[in-house]
């Protein structure tokens, strides 16, 4: 916005040493987390992890059991709700039905006695391109339209902190995909801090500027998406933003630059500055759309790393891509993602096959081999079924 109305910018938010217990279980672990004003940041994590009971306690609906909370550096710790500079956009958008579109956003600005609350209802509209909607009821309208007056109606309010609570769960998928571009696309026009809860890893990563990734209470791994995503630091955090092939095995050569590990017999060879580890049992991962599958024994050299032979189990075709399942005897089974840039696949079920990946595209876990998974625990009914077929075989 240019006129200054929506020109403030959000406040920062630090949560310092947070603990949250309720009776027979911790939901929240030393939590000690900074998000930038002005930023968009995403809490992701399975259910359960914590992330909604951190949003929990910086919107005032729960008090930390230990711990503080700042918000532009003014402690709210034990500030009420209605006191924090904070609104809240849910999954059920909360509108109310018997008013218009226009006299929900203006709601909040009325009961604060607020000059002019209909233009500013009005201005915020038209932010998200729904002014000409205003005399509407919300039944009139699509889901998508409804979640954009909600934020509209949380806007309009000028918090300090926006907190999204998975506001796009309700949604279809191509609908949620469109919102997620004009969230972004919001939040850098109106300059306010977004504090987004999410366990969809694909909205995290195409709106946060960081993410952080939680698991029982804690913060596994933060930065920016592409970060998470290309180097991972733990098993958690390579099988929850993604999908990866890791392999264990004993660090058998070491350089300045690599590191190589023995799995199975075959040698896979990482990046030194991609390794969390470099002695000793360590796991070691590959993302699937690294792969590249060979129906012939490929070339290998420094640059490269080759496993097999194998066997695909499994192809399932997906419009953009195909998903290979192939087992490599001693190591396991192995997901590929190969983009579908051909008319016919020259790889079918049951074919014998190669895999190779440039080797700088692999990365080395920090966790303790005994507690890493080797694959993802999220294995879908099609990867049950080919292992079955495995195993009867």
Same mark, same amino acid.
């Given at each position: 916005?240019?006129?200054?109305?929506?020109?403030?910018?959000?406040?920062?938010?630090?949560?310092?040493?947070?603990?949250?217990?309720? &009776?027979?279980?911790?939901?929240?672990?030393?939590?000690?987390?900074?998000?930038?004003?002005?930023?968009?940041?995403?809490?992701?994590?399975?259910?359960?992890?914590?992330?909604?009971?951190?949003?929990?306690?910086?919107?005032?609906?729960?008090?930390?059991?230990?711990?503080?909370?700042?918000?532009?550096?003014?402690?709210?710790?034990?500030?009420?709700?209605?006191?924090?500079?904070?609104?809240?956009?849910? +999954?059920?958008?909360?509108?109310?039905?018997?008013?218009?579109?226009?006299?929900?956003?203006? @709601?909040?600005?009325?009961?604060?006695?607020?000059?002019? /609350?209909?233009?500013?209802?009005?201005?915020?509209?038209?932010?998200?391109?729904?002014?000409?909607?205003?005399?509407?009821? &919300?039944?009139?309208?699509?889901?998508?339209?409804?979640?954009?007056?909600?934020?509209?109606?949380?806007?309009?309010?000028?918090?300090?902190?926006?907190?999204? #609570?998975?506001?796009?769960?309700?949604?279809?998928?191509?609908?949620?995909?469109?919102?997620?571009?004009?969230?972004?696309?919001? +939040?850098?026009?109106?300059?306010?801090?977004?504090?987004?809860?999410?366990?969809?890893?694909?909205?995290?990563?195409?709106?946060?500027?960081?993410?952080?990734?939680?698991?029982?209470?804690?913060?596994?791994?933060?930065?920016?998406?592409?970060?998470?995503?290309?180097?991972?630091?733990?098993?958690?955090?390579?099988?929850?933003? =993604?999908?990866?092939?890791?392999?264990? =095995?004993?660090?058998?050569?070491?350089?300045?630059?690599?590191?190589?590990?023995?799995?199975?017999? +075959?040698?896979?060879?990482?990046?030194?500055?991609?390794?969390?580890?470099?002695?000793?049992?360590?796991?070691?991962?590959?993302?699937?759309?690294?792969?590249?599958?060979?129906?012939?024994?490929?070339?290998?050299?420094?640059?490269? %790393?080759?496993? =097999?032979?194998?066997?695909?189990?499994?192809?399932? @075709? %997906?419009?953009?891509?195909?998903?290979?399942?192939?087992?490599?005897?001693?190591?396991?089974?192995?997901?590929?993602?190969?983009?579908?840039?051909?008319?016919?696949?020259?790889?079918?079920?049951?074919?014998?096959?190669?895999?190779?990946?440039?080797?700088?595209?692999?990365?080395?876990?920090?966790?303790? /081999?005994?507690?890493? &998974?080797? @694959?993802? &625990?999220?294995? #879908?009914?099609?990867?049950?079924?080919?292992?079955?077929?495995?195993?009867?075989?």
């Amino acid at each position: 916005m240019t006129d200054g109305t929506f020109a403030e910018s959000g406040a920062d938010l630090e949560l310092v040493g947070i603990h949250k217990r309720f &009776p027979g279980f911790t939901a929240i672990e030393e939590l000690d987390l900074t998000i930038p004003a002005g930023s968009f940041f995403a809490l992701l994590g399975p259910s359960g992890c914590g992330k909604t009971t951190t949003l929990r306690l910086v919107a005032g609906l729960e008090s930390p059991t230990s711990g503080q909370i700042l918000i532009g550096g003014k402690e709210v710790t034990n500030q009420k709700s209605f006191q924090r500079p904070v609104n809240t956009v849910f +999954q059920s958008y909360a509108l109310f039905p018997h008013m218009t579109v226009l006299e929900n956003v203006a @709601f909040g600005l009325r009961r604060r006695k607020m000059a002019a /609350p209909l233009d500013k209802a009005h201005e915020v509209l038209r932010l998200v391109e729904l002014d000409h909607l205003a005399n509407r009821r &919300p039944q009139q309208l699509s889901g998508g339209q409804q979640q954009r007056v909600a934020l509209a109606r949380a806007i309009v309010n000028r918090p300090a902190l926006l907190l999204l #609570d998975e506001p796009l769960g309700a949604l279809d998928l191509k609908l949620r995909r469109q919102m997620q571009l004009e969230l972004k696309s919001i +939040q850098e026009d109106v300059g306010l801090t977004f504090l987004h809860v999410t366990h969809d890893q694909e909205e995290a990563m195409t709106m946060a500027d960081t993410i952080a990734v939680m698991n029982k209470g804690r913060i596994e791994q933060m930065g920016a998406p592409q970060e998470l995503y290309e180097l991972p630091k733990t098993a958690f955090v390579a099988n929850f933003l =993604g999908q990866s092939n890791l392999f264990t =095995g004993p660090v058998v050569n070491t350089t300045s630059s690599a590191i190589s590990v023995d799995i199975a017999g +075959q040698k896979v060879t990482v990046p030194r500055a991609r390794a969390q580890r470099a002695t000793g049992n360590i796991t070691v991962g590959i993302r699937p759309e690294k792969l590249t599958l060979h129906t012939a024994k490929p070339k290998r050299d420094a640059a490269t %790393s080759v496993m =097999g032979p194998g066997r695909v189990v499994d192809v399932s @075709f %997906s419009g953009v891509s195909t998903q290979y399942l192939v087992h490599v005897p001693g190591v396991g089974q192995l997901i590929v993602f190969a983009q579908n840039i051909a008319l016919e696949s020259h790889v079918r079920d049951g074919d014998e096959v190669w895999l190779s990946w440039a080797t700088s595209h692999g990365f080395g876990l920090e966790d303790d /081999p005994a507690e890493a &998974p080797r @694959f993802s &625990p999220d294995l #879908d009914t099609r990867t049950i079924a080919a292992q079955r077929r495995l195993e009867d075989a």
